[in-house]
């Protein structure tokens, strides 16, 4: 088992206790003028890092009018550190927008486009923090948006980002979504892949607690359906949702 739970030998001070009086007085024009580097890569939102004293910071920016589902982030960011959860601390609230510490890493999409060998490993360390995620929020919250880019690998393990998405539900629909977003990449589907997904499930399932694997071909089915309507092979996706709904995770082509 690679569980990944935040080190309980971590000593580093909850991010607000050492937050500087200049961050408390920023607003968000301030972090649009101290913004470094390149825009991040996120489909609704501004993401990019800020330099406040010398330090660095990443700024997330929601469109106007969007201040509650800013709240709503922040919340489940400072929930998942009290939890003991990995991710990025949460450091101010600053209405649409929050600031949070940076972290060095490359996303986990990042790590296996760049590498067919780390797909495995990466997979299960993914496995592995949302077994702890999921326990540690009683399993009754999913946290959304369960893709491989929303996973950033670091020096330290696995941390999750952007949670803008997370709600109260069946935690295995987070499981179902990590496996149809890579048994849908290229090659897709191969008898290859669909031997990993179970090794996933296995792996995440040693850590989830109830026997949860009945429900998993569902979820699977369910996310690769709803990829469907986004993508130009949308109907390779439900072809492979009925499959999959119907026999589960088989090593079998047709």
């Given at each position: 088992m690679n569980g990944d739970p935040m080190d309980a030998n971590d000593k580093r001070e909850p991010a607000a206790t050492v937050i500087r009086n200049s961050i408390m007085e920023?607003?968000?024009?301030?972090?649009?003028?101290?913004?470094?580097?390149?825009?991040?890569r996120s489909r609704k939102n501004r993401v990019f890092r800020v330099s406040i004293e010398g330090e660095t910071f990443v700024a997330k920016l929601f469109p106007p009018g969007q201040d509650e589902m800013a709240l709503h982030e922040y919340s489940v960011l400072q929930g998942c550190v009290e939890r003991g959860v990995r991710v990025p601390r949460p450091v101010k609230l600053l209405g649409r927008s929050i600031l949070m510490e940076f972290v060095e890493g490359r996303t986990a999409a990042e790590v296996t486009d760049a590498s067919p060998d780390a797909i495995e490993p990466t997979l299960l360390l993914v496995a592995d923090w949302l077994s702890v995620f999921h326990k540690a929020h009683g399993l009754s919250l999913c946290r959304g948006d369960c893709v491989l880019h929303n996973f950033l690998m670091t020096s330290n393990g696995v941390l999750g980002i952007d949670f803008e998405e997370a709600h109260l539900g069946n935690p295995i629909e987070d499981l179902g979504q990590v496996i149809a977003s890579f048994l849908s990449m290229r090659p897709a589907f191969t008898d290859g892949k669909m031997v990993l997904a179970r090794r996933?499930?296995?792996?995440?399932?040693?850590?989830?607690?109830?026997?949860?694997?009945?429900?998993?071909?569902?979820?699977?089915?369910?996310?690769?359906?709803?990829?469907?309507?986004?993508?130009?092979?949308?109907?390779?996706?439900?072809?492979?949702?009925d499959k999959i709904g119907s026999r589960g995770l088989v090593s079998w082509q047709e």
């Open positions: 920023s607003t968000i024009d301030d972090l649009e003028k101290a913004r470094i580097g390149q825009v991040y996933v499930v296995s792996e995440y399932m040693e850590g989830y607690g109830p026997d949860g694997n009945e429900a998993v071909p569902r979820a699977v089915s369910d996310a690769l359906r709803h990829y469907a309507q986004f993508r130009p092979d949308g109907d390779l996706l439900n072809s492979w949702a």
